[in-house]
């Protein structure tokens, strides 16, 4: 069952901050690629963690990088439209 | 001629607790058919075999210099050749973002130890390739 768009940032956030736990918080525009916070093989992870929340598949030819750039970019282009 | 090299790094550990948290479903993102057969024993996939085919790709696509891009992780295909020396086969994006690159054929190495994956592929820039640093 998909989340609403606020628990599903909420849980979005709490999977980022697991992978860096250096971090109290994300800010909306952190660069989670120059950070690494994501890395191409946590892109695929988290693509599936997207998918889980929203119950919306996505084809991997459609994004790009910058899709997934800040959680901003993640809120406009995989949560906005629900 | 310069000619591209990419190389990249993988934690067996970290594909090991991926493919534990995610099992196949996760796997037949990175993998193409043939690889996840190549890459499954006895008791199913193989971390190692898998990490190094992560690595593999990886090294690969930083031949294609297309950062915004995202990793086309199924187009990215490596067997095993004749002589036992790991092939890359590529189709798709991936194959598109090589001929744009004017690359020729790729070369590939990999290597296991100590918990760790690694792979290393380089590629010549052919005749016509947009010079950059």
Avoid at chain 2, 25 to 53: F, I, M, N, Y
Avoid at chain 2, 117 to 133: E, K, M, N, V, Y
């Amino acid at each position: 069952m998909p989340n609403d768009t606020g628990n599903a940032l909420e849980t979005i956030t709490r999977w980022l901050l697991q992978r860096k736990p250096e971090l109290t918080n994300i800010p909306p525009d952190l660069d989670l690629i120059e950070n690494r916070v994501l890395d191409s093989l946590s892109l695929v992870e988290f693509l599936f963690l997207l998918e889980q929340e929203t119950g919306t598949s996505h084809d991997p030819e459609s994004l790009a990088v910058d899709d997934f750039r800040t959680l901003r970019n993640i809120e406009k282009r995989f949560l906005a439209s629900r | 001629m310069r000619d591209r090299i990419g190389v990249d790094i993988v934690s067996v550990a970290r594909v090991q607790a991926l493919l534990d948290l995610h099992g196949g479903e996760l796997a037949r993102r990175l993998l193409t058919k043939r690889e996840l057969r190549d890459s499954t024993g006895v008791q199913g996939l193989l971390a190692h075999s898998v990490a190094g085919r992560v690595a593999a790709k990886e090294a690969v696509f930083k031949l294609f210099h297309e950062p915004a891009a995202l990793l086309p992780w199924t187009h990215i295909a490596v067997v095993r050749g004749p002589s036992g020396a790991p092939v890359v086969r590529l189709t798709g994006r991936a194959l598109t973002l090589a001929e744009e690159s004017r690359l020729g054929p790729v070369s590939l190495s990999t290597s296991h130890d100590e918990g760790y994956a690694i792979a290393f592929a380089t590629a010549a820039l052919l005749p016509g390739s947009r010079s950059d640093g």
